[in-house]
């Protein structure tokens, strides 16, 4: 089961479970994509059908970020003209989880939930590991430094004689 669908400017095909890098998405208060520019829909193997705006694709949004950066260089010749400019391209990362289409809906199987994970203690393992580095600098004779050898003193050379 997949779509089609048109979001951004841009057509898209989508199966529930996948995960697209939109332009970002204006989100419902509790996180949810619906796209209504449902292009085709495919129910079975080589059936692909033009829905009559029945069909309803949503999804949640992940998480919202900004794409690596790139650069736009304006340049003419011969005419001193430069221009530098960079440009971050804003995304939202959308999770397909439904499709529904002609009174049946296809849906993605449920992420399971992360559980938090206890932070470890490690306090106890660096006051041990202080202690231990301290023991050992103590425990190590000084090492003797080298006295630094007596700089030779340079007579000036006399220029030689001019014809």
Known sequence: MYAVIRAGGKQYRVAPG???????????????????DVLAVSASEGQIARPESNAVVTGEILNEGRAKKILV??????????????????????????IAFDGQKFSAP????????????????V???????????????AAKKKAAAPKKSVAKKSPGKKK
Do not use: C
């Open 18 to 36: 996948d995960v697209l890098r939109l332009e970002t998405q204006a989100a419902a208060s509790n996180g949810t994509v619906e796209f209504n």
């Open 73 to 98: 260089f304006h340049y003419k010749k011969k005419k001193q003209y430069k221009k530098l400019n960079g440009h971050r391209q804003p995304f939202s990362s959308v999770r397909i989880t439904e």
């Open 110 to 125: 449920a992420l399971p939930k992360k559980e938090a994970k206890p932070k470890k203690v490690a306090s106890a393992k």
């Open 127 to 141: 006051e041990s590991r202080t202690e231990e580095k301290a023991e050992a600098k103590a425990a190590k004779p």
